[in-house]
């Protein structure tokens, strides 16, 4: 496990929470053999449900909507299954289940890594590796995604790389801004900018800005996570 450097950037590249990872090529290749794909614009709150109680988590922006391709592997599946019912200028309200969303939280995802990891010629980078700071990670197989951090010891920081959502039930509640059929210049068009930028989610997961476009550096903004109009549902 070694630490993602480029600048430090909180911007994550194609993440796989689950432990699904699939090349932009194969997905790229399956999409274009799937002529069914939509444009979804939606705007949207978001809540965790635990004992009947919903907890408030984020909401998009008024000016920056989230927006995806369907059958692209840019969205839960359960909640593409969901929101697609749903034509534009509609309101929507819908539940996922933890088992539909980003599943248990696993006490195996949590690591205690040696403090060399985050540490350039001998000096820990204690500016962005602190309690509670999401940072990205590299493994062996060159794969990225996002950690959290949990506890920095004198030798060790402890990461959990569970999804921030996973072992939560999910309640969301917005307006369909737009639903239509996207083109198939569309998806290769998202797919090549895609491509030039190593741009492929947020957690399982993402459309980073315009019409399927991604922002610089390659990743999201808002420490990979879901605001704004990146699509990580």
């Known amino acids: ?30 999409i274009m053999e799937n002529n069914t794909h939509r444009l979804i ?17 984020e909401k998009t922006e008024e000016q920056k909507p989230m927006q995806f391709y369907t059958a692209c592997e840019m969205a839960l599946p359960a909640f593409e299954q969901e929101i697609v019912k749903y034509g534009k200028d509609t309101d929507f309200e819908f539940s996922l289940t933890k088992e539909q969303a980003y599943g248990e939280h696993d006490a195996k995802s949590v690591l205690a890594l040696d403090k060399e990891t985050f540490s350039h010629d001998g000096v820990f980078d ?15 197989q ?4 996002l950690g959290k951090v949990l506890e920095v010891s004198d030798d060790k920081v402890t990461i959990d790389l569970n999804h921030p959502l996973a072992g939560k039930d999910l309640q969301f509640r917005g307006h369909v801004i737009e639903n239509r059929p996207a083109s198939d210049a569309e998806v290769k068009g998202f797919f090549e900018q895609m491509s030039q930028h190593h741009c492929g989610g947020c957690g399982g997961d993402c459309n980073c800005g315009g019409e399927g476009g991604c922002k610089e550096e390659g990743g999201c903004k808002d420490e990979g996570g879901c605001k704004g109009n990146c699509s990580c549902h």
Do not use: C
């Open 1 to 30: 496990m070694t630490a993602a450097r480029k600048g430090w950037t909180m911007s994550p590249s194609k993440t796989d929470q689950r432990g699904i990872f699939r090349t932009y090529l194969n997905i790229k290749q399956a």
């Open 41 to 57: 614009v939606v705007s949207y709150e978001l809540y965790s449900v635990e004992n009947g109680q919903e907890h408030f988590i």
């Open 126 to 140: 204690s500016k962005n590796i602190y309690k509670d700071a999401v940072v990205p990670l590299q493994n062996e």
């Open 142 to 145: 060159g794969h990225r995604f």
